[in-house]
DNA sequence: GCCAACGTTGGC
DNA sequence: GCCAACGTTGGC
């Protein structure tokens, strides 16, 4: 799952309440079905700094609550506001998502092409946006064997 | 249903 | 700030 971290980043998930947040915001179709239709309590998550420097994972996380009603599209102030949402009939969904483990250092994208058994990965793609991903079981072994964690 | 125009993402 | 690679919108 990908955030800016000027947006929100792995410190203020650190702070969070429970080190839980809602994730909310995310305003695509594809997105919303991995959410929705894959992500169950106790999934694995990687937490992924983009537009940071330098990009890259930043944290392991847990998906404690599944899909419900993103509320923020409802909210005329929010800046992921969406009229076409009511909360009779919502368009949006959102994971809550536990903090599990953070990374020492930032597993940066270059370090991620470096890494054997990682080519496929879908973020590593070229035009690859999509703001959540799956990653495959192997990747996910792969990554978690990674030095950088604490 | 097609597709051009437009908006967004995100690495660089 | 640039721009490739998308996704969405809306006229037809």
């Not at 496929?120 to 690859?128: C, D, I, Q, T, W």
Request: one cysteine or more; charged letters at 25%; aromatic letters at 8%.
């Amino acid at each position: 799952m990908k955030s800016e971290p000027s947006a929100f980043s792995i410190e203020d998930l650190k702070k969070a309440e429970n080190q839980t947040t809602s994730w909310d915001g995310v305003r695509n179709y594809q997105a919303r079905n991995f959410m929705r239709d894959k992500m169950r309590v106790g999934d694995g998550v990687l937490f992924y700094h983009s537009s940071a420097n330098p990009s890259g994972i930043a944290a392991g996380c847990s998906i404690v609550r599944e899909a419900y009603p993103d509320h923020t599209a409802w909210d005329p102030e929010n800046i992921h506001y969406d009229p076409k949402s009511l909360p009779e009939h919502p368009i949006w969904y959102m994971v809550d998502v536990k903090l599990i483990k953070t990374c020492r250092e930032i597993i940066s994208l270059e370090k991620l092409r470096k890494t054997h058994g990682l080519k496929n990965m879908m973020v590593l793609k070229k035009g690859s946006r999509l703001s959540v991903q799956p990653v495959t079981p192997d990747e996910w072994k792969i990554i978690m064997n990674l030095p950088e964690w604490e």
